[in-house]
Structures are given as C-alpha cells and as structure tokens.
C-alpha cells in the first residue's frame, strides 16, 4: 500500500469517528468509548487506539469520566463532514428518486469523493434545503420549529406533526427508515395517537387517513412537534 493510500485511510478513519462523536452528542447522548465501538462495530481496543490518536491531533478531548467531547476544530470539521452527508442525502432522494435507506448508504460513499465545489452546486440547485430528508438539520441551518418530543411518548388522542427521525435510527435501524417510508410516516406527516394497540409494545397512529399500528420502540426514534387545538389537521 502506498503512503498516499494510507494517509487516505487514515483521512477516512478520523472523518467516521468525528461524524459519529458528532451525531451521537447531536442526540442528547454523553459519547463514551463503548458507544463508540457499539456504532462503528469495532472493538474497545481500535475505539481506544483511534482515541489515543483523535486526542493527539486535536480533535477531541477526554474529561475525567472517560466521556469524548469535540474540540473546536474537531466540531468544525465534523459538522463540514456532516453537512456533505445531509445534502447529498437530500439530492438522492428529491432528485434521483432514491429511498431513504438507500439514500444514506449511497451518501456514505459519496461523500469523501466530491469535491466541495460540487457539494456546494449540488446544495445551490436543490435551493439550501434546512434538513436532509429524515428532518435532521443540515449544519448552519435552523429549521424553526418548536419542542420536540418522541412520537411514543404522545398520550392517546394527541395530534402532532413529525419533524425528524432519530440519527440513531437512521445509522443502526436503516431498515426501518424503508419501513417509514413505505407507511407514509415522514418529515412533515401528521400523525394522532389513537390508544395502545392490542399487542403488546405498539401504538396505534392514524396517518394520512390510515390507522397503523407501530411498535413502541419504533416510535422512540420519531421526533415530532405537538399540534395545539388551533392547528390545522
């Protein structure tokens, strides 16, 4: 292997881990090692080899606790990692006609083989979208919205409006991002909670004018905005 090739696999090695710390924080999560190593499906001795070395470059630190945090350049750089991801996520699906799923996978390989001009043309022409399809904000961008909340915590009889599913289930549950797709559950769905389905560990949701039933653990990684009595349905 070359030393070309290996400064590549060590660009692409060090991008994974900053994009990872980055989702996983962007969730409310504290990123520890183990974390790591559950997302990447690598084991504790390559996440604390990668540590070692993330620590010595600058792009992380490392509190008592053994909890990971980015440094300012690591934030930085992490979110142009992101940001690359999300718009290409978002150009697959509005303008290729990919699913979701597929979308995210294609992105992960087209990401660090696009030069920035074309991401930013490629952002221009799809007019600066504020998400990328699963409703996760694109770095730099707000989309206005109000508190979110997760769709199995909704009681009975309550409307809301979904805004974005979890970056957790979008790296370890894509087959669920097919399934919400293919029910009509996405940014922007209004959804009512009816009552507890009569299986156990589900919710019964009506969308789009269809009752569905959803299992609880699926409505975990939903994010959505509850509708007051004055919205409109």
């Known amino acids: 292997m070359s030393a070309e090739s ?18 996983i ?13 559950q997302w990447m499906g690598v084991s504790a001795p390559t996440v604390s080899d990668a540590i070692q070395r993330l620590v010595r470059d600058g792009w992380i630190t490392i509190a008592s606790d053994r909890s990971v945090a980015l440094t300012e350049a690591g934030a930085t750089k992490a979110a142009s990692i992101v940001r690359r991801h999300r718009i290409l996520e978002r150009w697959l699906t509005d303008e290729l006609g990919f699913d979701w799923a597929a979308a995210d996978a294609e992105a992960d390989r087209l990401s660090s083989v696009i030069s920035d001009e074309v991401i930013d043309r490629i952002d221009a022409s799809i007019g600066e979208p504020l998400t990328c399809p699963h409703g996760n904000a694109i770095p730099g961008r707000h989309p206005r919205y109000g508190d979110l ?13 979904v805004r974005r599913i979890s970056e957790v289930a979008e790296h370890e549950a894509r087959p669920l991002l097919r399934s919400l797709a293919e029910i009509g559950i ?8 009816t009552h507890e389905a009569e299986d156990p560990g589900h919710l019964t949701i009506v969308v789009t004018g269809r009752e569905l039933s959803l299992p609880i653990e699926s409505a975990k990684w939903i994010r959505v905005e509850r509708l007051g009595p004055d919205d409109p349905s």
Do not use: F, W
């Not at 400064?7 to 900053?18: C, H």
């Not at 909340?149 to 409006?161: K, Q, S, Y």
């Open 186 to 193: 996405g940014e922007g769905s209004r959804v009512l909670v």
């Open 25 to 37: 924080a962007g969730e409310g999560e504290i990123v520890r090692p183990s974390r790591l190593a």
């Open 6 to 23: 290996r400064d590549v696999g060590t660009t692409t090695t060090v991008d994974r881990y900053l994009e990872t710390i980055y989702c």
């Open 149 to 161: 909340i997760a769709l199995a915590d909704l009681e009975p009889g309550a409307a809301a409006v």
